[in-house]
Each structure stands twice: as structure tokens, then as C-alpha cells.
């Protein structure tokens, strides 16, 4: 009976998420899903990223955390619109989240929409949202094991981001183990390796994004 009730909840989800993807691709908007634990600075790493992506690039974010609106603060200070929803103790976001909150966030002038999902890295791994990619964002100071871990989503995931790289040298992070991992796991796995602290690294994950939202509208 549990894994019924599992089954329905995803085909619902599906079936929402799929509706949302149709009003992304009617507009050319490409969607990425971040997905992280909580901690790994995918918040900073948007904050740094965001307003230095080129000028043909718009962008909108949406942010999910259970409660406060701290990191759309945030991203709204860099001058790029953005959105909370609140899931109040839920541990991740659904279709149905995005569906509702669609009519608030300006499609029309926008070619980008980034998710920050909420920090987890199991539960939002098998809820599509209706994104073109997910993009999987984790910190050297968690350690090298969490692809072996949490396999789902840094196999659901098109790109992974490891971050805080500065750190790299007061860290116990294997880093060999951690690619060979991942290249088990997902070698068609794009990486970056960054310091969102440091802008270490940023500029070619700047340009992967943007020749991705290029690709879809056509313009690449």
C-alpha cells in the first residue's frame, strides 16, 4: 500500500511538472533545479553567479525554504527578481509548488528561471519540477562520500558543482575518490569546481548556463 500511495504521489507530481514545462518551453525559458544539502552555499554561489551572467541572460529565481524569506532577500539585493515559497516543513518542493507561483514571476521578461530548492539532497531528487536540468551543489567541508551516499541525485543530475574549493587544503576531502565516484555513478556528469567565497572557477559555469538558456531559445 505504501509504494501505491509513493507511485500515485510522483504521477501526479509528473503530471503537473509536465504542465509547467510546456509553459517553460512555449516561452524558451530554461529552468535549472538546484539541489543541495543545507550549507553547501548554493545561495552564495547564486549570489555571486547572477550578476555577472551575460546581459542577454535574464533571469528570475525561486527560492524553497520551510520557513523565512532570508535567501530571496538576498538574491533580490543583487537586483535579479525572485520568489519564496515557504514549504513549512516540507523537505523539498513539488510541480504543484512552482504551478501556483507561476502567474507572480514575470515570464515574459525573463530566458532563465533558477530553483533553489530546499536543502536536502534526497527528497527533491525524485520530484521533477518541470526544469530542463538539475544541478546538484555540494561543499568540500561535507566530505567526498556523499555521491556514494545519496546516488539518486547525482545521478538525476546533468551537473554537479562542488564548492568552497579555497578549502580544498584544511579539509579531510579525498579528491580522486570523489571523481571516481561520480564517474561511476554519472559519467556524463557535467563538473565545476568552484569557491563561490573566492570566485574561484566561476567563469566556466557562467558560460555553461548561459550558452544553455542560448541553446533553447535558438540563439546559440
Known amino acids: 500500500m505504501q509504494v501505491q500511495l509513493t507511485t500515485n504521489i510522483?504521477?501526479?507530481?509528473?503530471?503537473?511538472?509536465?504542465?509547467?514545462?510546456?509553459?517553460?518551453?512555449?516561452?524558451?525559458?530554461f529552468v535549472i533545479n538546484i539541489i543541495s544539502s543545507p550549507g553547501a552555499g548554493k545561495t552564495t554561489l547564486l549570489e555571486k553567479v547572477l550578476p555577472k551572467l551575460p546581459p542577454d541572460i535574464k533571469p528570475a529565481v525561486i527560492e524553497g525554504d520551510l520557513t523565512t524569506t532570508k535567501?530571496?532577500?538576498?538574491?533580490?539585493?543583487?537586483?535579479?527578481?525572485?520568489?519564496?515559497?515557504?514549504?513549512?516543513?516540507?523537505?523539498?518542493?513539488?510541480?504543484?509548488?512552482?504551478?501556483?507561483?507561476?502567474?507572480?514571476?514575470?515570464?515574459?521578461?525573463?530566458n532563465l528561471l533558477v530553483i533553489e530548492n530546499v536543502g536536502n539532497l534526497v527528497c527533491p531528487a525524485g520530484f521533477d519540477l518541470g526544469?530542463?536540468?538539475?544541478?546538484?551543489?555540494?561543499?568540500?567541508?561535507?566530505g567526498n562520500d556523499k555521491p556514494l551516499k545519496y546516488?539518486?541525485?547525482?545521478?538525476?543530475?546533468?551537473?554537479?558543482?562542488?564548492?568552497?574549493?579555497?578549502?580544498?587544503?584544511y579539509v579531510d576531502f579525498d579528491l580522486k575518490q570523489y571523481e571516481?565516484?561520480?564517474?561511476?555513478?554519472?559519467?556524463?556528469?557535467?563538473?565545476?569546481y568552484v569557491s563561490a567565497r573566492?570566485?574561484?572557477?566561476?567563469?566556466?559555469l557562467?558560460?555553461?548556463?548561459?550558452?544553455?538558456?542560448?541553446?533553447?531559445?535558438?540563439?546559440?
Request: charged share 30%; aromatic share 4%; hydrophobic share 45%.
Open 10 to 29: 510522483l504521477k501526479a507530481n509528473d503530471a503537473i511538472a509536465a504542465l509547467n514545462r510546456k509553459i517553460f518551453n512555449e516561452k524558451n525559458i
Open 71 to 110: 535567501d530571496a532577500e538576498r538574491i533580490e539585493k543583487t537586483g535579479v527578481f525572485a520568489l519564496q515559497i515557504n514549504t513549512l516543513g516540507g523537505c523539498h518542493l513539488d510541480a504543484n509548488m512552482i504551478s501556483q507561483v507561476l502567474e507572480k514571476i514575470p515570464l515574459d521578461e525573463i
Open 131 to 142: 526544469e530542463d536540468m538539475k544541478m546538484v551543489v555540494l561543499s568540500v567541508t561535507e
Open 151 to 169: 546516488p539518486v541525485i547525482f545521478r538525476e543530475a546533468a551537473v554537479s558543482v562542488l564548492n568552497k574549493i579555497d578549502l580544498l587544503n
Open 180 to 192: 571516481d565516484d561520480l564517474q561511476a555513478i554519472n559519467p556524463n556528469q557535467q563538473r565545476f
Open 198 to 204: 573566492t570566485e574561484e572557477g566561476l567563469e566556466p
Open 206 to 220: 557562467i558560460m555553461f548556463i548561459a550558452e544553455k538558456v542560448r541553446s533553447k531559445r535558438g540563439g546559440a
